[in-house]
C-alpha cells in the first residue's frame, strides 16, 4: 500500500488561507468517509485535527477544516497564524487488509 | 489528564529484540482500541499495528507482520509492542496512540528505537 500523496510544501502570509490536498485511491480515500488530519510541530507528538473527513475534535480551532472530493481530501486552514507552521499529515482507513495509510506530509510556512 | 506514555526504546543490533511499553492513565484504557504508529528520522508516519479494546483482534501492517507482536494487559492499562528480528528499516520513533472511531485521538510522547550494529 503506497502512501497517499500530499505536497511537500505550502506557504502562506498570516490571515490568508491555505489548503493542502491529499490524493489516494478508490480503495482508501474514495473508498471510506474515514480521512483524518494531523499537526506536527518539530519534535512533538502528532495532534488531531480532523476525523471522519470533516468533523473537529473539542478544543480545535474552526479555522481548521476538511473535505473530500473522490479520491482527494482537502485540510483548510484559515486566517493563517504563526503558531500553525507545523507539518500536517493526512490518514485515511484502507480496509481490513491494509488498515490504516498515512500522507506523505505537508510542511505549513507561515511566512 | 488523559495520558500515554511510552518507554522500552534504545540500541538494538540487527537481528535483536525490542519490547516496548504504553502506559495509560486518564481513561477506561480497558474500553478502547490501541495502536502504534512510527516514524523514521525525517520521515512520515507509518501505522504498524492495532489491537482491539479486548485483545480479541490484532492487525499489523505488512513490513512488520511475522516479526512485530501487539498485546496489551488491561489489569495494568499497559499496551505492548514485542520487537523481533529487528532491521535498519525499523529505525525510528514509536508511538502509541488511543483509537477514536477512525482516528487516533491521543499520542504519547514517542520513544527511540535505533537498529545499528
Known amino acids: 500500500q503506497s502512501a497517499l500523496t500530499q505536497p511537500a510544501s505550502v506557504s502562506g502570509s498570516p490571515g490568508q488561507s491555505i489548503t493542502i490536498s491529499c490524493t489516494g485511491t478508490?480503495?482508501?480515500?474514495?473508498?471510506?468517509?474515514?480521512v483524518s488530519w494531523y499537526q506536527q510541530h518539530p519534535g512533538k507528538a502528532p495532534k488531531l485535527m480532523i476525523y471522519d473527513v470533516s468533523k473537529r475534535p473539542s478544543g480545535v480551532s474552526n479555522r481548521f477544516s476538511g473535505s473530500k472530493s473522490g479520491n482527494t481530501a482537502s485540510l483548510t486552514i484559515s486566517g493563517l497564524q504563526a503558531e500553525d507552521e507545523a507539518d500536517y499529515y493526512c490518514?485515511?482507513?484502507?480496509?481490513?487488509?491494509?488498515?490504516?495509510?498515512f500522507g506523505t506530509g505537508t510542511k505549513v510556512t507561515v511566512l | 489528564q488523559v495520558q500515554l506514555v511510552e518507554s522500552g526504546g534504545g540500541v538494538v543490533q540487527p537481528g535483536g529484540s525490542l519490547r516496548l511499553s504504553c502506559a495509560a492513565s486518564g481513561f477506561t484504557f480497558s474500553s478502547y482500541g490501541m495502536h502504534w504508529v512510527r516514524q523514521a528520522p525525517g520521515k512520515g508516519l507509518e501505522w504498524v499495528a492495532f489491537i482491539r479494546y479486548d485483545g480479541s483482534n490484532k492487525y499489523y501492517a505488512d513490513s512488520v507482520k511475522g516479526r512485530f507482536t501487539i498485546s496489551r494487559d488491561n489489569s495494568k492499562n499497559t499496551l505492548y509492542l514485542q520487537m523481533n528480528s529487528l532491521r535498519a528499516e525499523d529505525t525510528a520513533v514509536y508511538y502509541c496512540a488511543k483509537k477514536a472511531v477512525n482516528a487516533f485521538d491521543i499520542w504519547g510522547q514517542g520513544t527511540m528505537v535505533t537498529v545499528s550494529s
Open positions: 490518514c485515511s482507513y484502507a480496509g481490513s487488509s491494509t488498515f490504516y495509510v
Open positions: 478508490s480503495s482508501d480515500v474514495g473508498g471510506y468517509n474515514y
